[in-house]
């Protein structure tokens, strides 16, 4: 199965950032409102079998992070010049902490061999991805639009990481949240 660990978002952060690019903006393949999230690990491929070692990892990195705010405070885009890939929003309040669990839960994946994307975490809230096949002019028009965007103020309550399964079909990924893991106590 295809697995990620994440901090799951309520719809008062998900259904906002989702109506933040203007709707005419051509050229990208926006995420569903439902499948925003915070990615704090990705794994791909993982075999059945190594899904209690992911969720003891996923037990352990919670119980070292305490809940805490978490805020977006602003767009941008990868890479942050030339053609963009990728529009995000960034991590305001509570960036410490998203950073402590990556870290918690990379260490414990590696401490089990547990295959995943050990690239050093940029913690960020995808939007939505630049088609492979848009224009340079569509690729510039997104850039502009990310340049310009204000974002309000969207801040939540993280209380828990979860355990992501990832099923891909020509409509698009679904996610589903194997297992739910809550915070040290505040």
Excluded: C
Excluded at 18 to 46: C, D, I, M, Q
Excluded at 67 to 91: N, Q
């Amino acid at each position: 199965m295809r697995l990620f660990i994440a901090i799951q978002l309520p719809s008062a952060i998900t259904l906002p950032a989702s109506r933040l690019l203007p709707e005419a903006l051509p050229g990208l393949r926006r995420v569903k409102p439902e499948n925003l999230h915070v990615t704090l690990a990705f794994l791909g491929w993982t075999p059945d079998e190594r899904l209690p070692e992911v969720n003891a990892t996923a037990v352990e990195a919670a119980s070292q992070v305490e809940s805490f705010r978490l805020s977006f405070d602003r767009a941008g885009r990868f890479p942050d010049r030339g053609r963009p890939r990728v529009v995000w929003l960034g991590i305001g309040e509570g960036m410490a902490s998203v950073e402590r669990l990556g870290q918690a839960v990379a260490a414990g994946l590696r401490s089990r061999s547990v295959r995943f994307d050990d690239r050093p975490l940029s913690p960020h809230l995808t939007l939505a991805r630049v088609l492979a096949d848009a224009s340079l002019a569509e690729a510039r028009t997104v850039a502009a639009a990310v340049d310009a965007l204000r974002v309000p103020e969207l801040i939540t309550e993280t209380t828990a990481i979860a355990v992501m399964q990832s099923a891909l079909s020509p409509k698009g990924a679904r996610y589903t949240a194997l297992t739910s893991v809550s915070l040290a106590p505040g």
